[in-house]
């Protein structure tokens, strides 16, 4: 919203959670090391592919790659898009990417390479002066979507399936009305999670009240669910995830008070329908995942003041210490412990978990 070199050292650290209670207790091994990105700009994207490929994208029209865990980046920065901020990477292998950058009118732009960031190619510039675009999500290869900030009352949604060749705005007589004001925070890249075949939901801020729109069609038709996150500013939902079409979580607080630690955690067990407050991580939090753990699935918060992991579906959480402060978003790579971890001054970070 009105938003190449060898890694170095690692911080190891054995952290243990309570588990649901039909689990054992047991520990979650994580690791954060620092790895040096070559750029000193603001990264507020991550797409891991698998253990070794990730992509990362951030302001200064800043795009970089790995392919050997993130020993080394190559910059694959599109050229003469300098002025660009790209605020989300989806990655859907190791050669297909597809980027967003932020703004108001034609500075919200959607860019996809199909040759691993070598060529890109503009898929999708807003011409609506209003518009001005947060994130996106893919289902797929060919389908996706991505949402911009509201206007007169109105939600700002589109779509594609044909791998974004074409990109067309979902019709405002199947939205909700917005708030005044409402809209996303363009911090991660994760606002919007989809699940399955055509899941989607998608976390608010900046009004009054903190929402979540949510479509079990690929945006065909939608609901709204108010949630007990507080709204407000820059205060609000800033990231969403879900385990199975029921259970999900949402994190975030005010960006302005990064160490606040209150009401920024809630949950739902009813598909979105309903959300209820649990215990809040260490302070503001942008980005919220799943991840493998010892005992089946494990939650990571990752926030500028730090991150929290939690064993037991958010019900209790451990601090874990960071390299450094200022990690803004994270994306785990599918099937795996290692995910990675961008933000300011060109942090990046390398999670591993067992």
Avoid at 132 to 161: E, L, N, R, V
Avoid at 223 to 230: F, L
Avoid at 274 to 288: D, I, K, M
Wanted: charged residues 15%.
């Amino acid at each position: 919203m009105t938003k190449l070199m060898c890694a170095g050292l690692g911080i190891g650290l054995a952290v243990a959670a309570g588990l649901a209670q039909t689990r054992p207790s047991a520990a979650v091994e994580a690791t954060w090391t620092p790895q040096q990105s070559g750029v000193t700009v603001t990264f507020r994207g991550v797409s891991a592919v698998n253990a070794n490929v990730a992509w990362a994208s951030g302001s200064r029209g800043t795009v970089l790659r790995t392919e050997d865990a993130g020993a080394t980046w190559a910059n694959v920065s599109p050229p003469e898009l300098g002025a660009l901020d790209f605020r989300d990477v989806d990655a859907i292998d190791a050669n297909t990417a597809y980027i967003l950058s932020i703004g108001p009118g034609e500075a919200s732009r959607i860019l996809k390479t199909t040759d691993a960031g070598a060529t890109w190619v503009t898929q999708f510039t807003s011409h609506d002066a209003d518009a001005f675009f947060d994130a996106m999500s893919f289902w797929d290869a060919d389908h996706g979507i991505a949402f911009s900030d509201s206007a007169d009352g109105q939600f700002h949604i589109i779509t594609t399936d044909n791998g974004g060749a074409t990109w067309t705005r979902v019709l405002v007589s199947t939205l909700p009305p917005a708030l005044d004001g409402e809209g996303a925070f363009a911090a991660s890249g994760t606002n919007i999670a989809v699940w399955g075949e055509g899941h989607v939901w998608i976390g608010t801020g900046a009004a009054a009240r903190a929402r979540v729109l949510r479509s079990a069609d690929r945006g065909k038709t939608w609901t709204v669910a108010e949630t007990p996150i507080p709204g407000g500013g820059s205060a609000g939902i800033y990231s969403v995830a879900f385990r199975d079409p029921l259970h999900g979580i949402i994190v975030g607080g005010d960006y302005a008070q990064e160490d606040l630690a209150a009401d920024n955690v809630a949950v739902t067990d009813d598909g979105g329908m309903t959300w209820r407050l649990a215990p809040g991580v260490g302070g503001f939090r942008s980005v919220v995942t799943y991840l493998p753990g010892p005992a089946g699935l494990t939650l990571l918060a990752v926030g500028p003041s730090g991150s929290d992991l939690s064993s037991d579906d958010g019900r209790n959480w451990t601090s874990l210490a960071t390299p450094a402060r200022g990690l803004h978003t994270y994306s785990h790579a599918p099937g795996t412990s290692v995910g990675w971890a961008t933000g300011g001054r060109g942090q990046i970070a390398r999670f591993a978990g067992r």
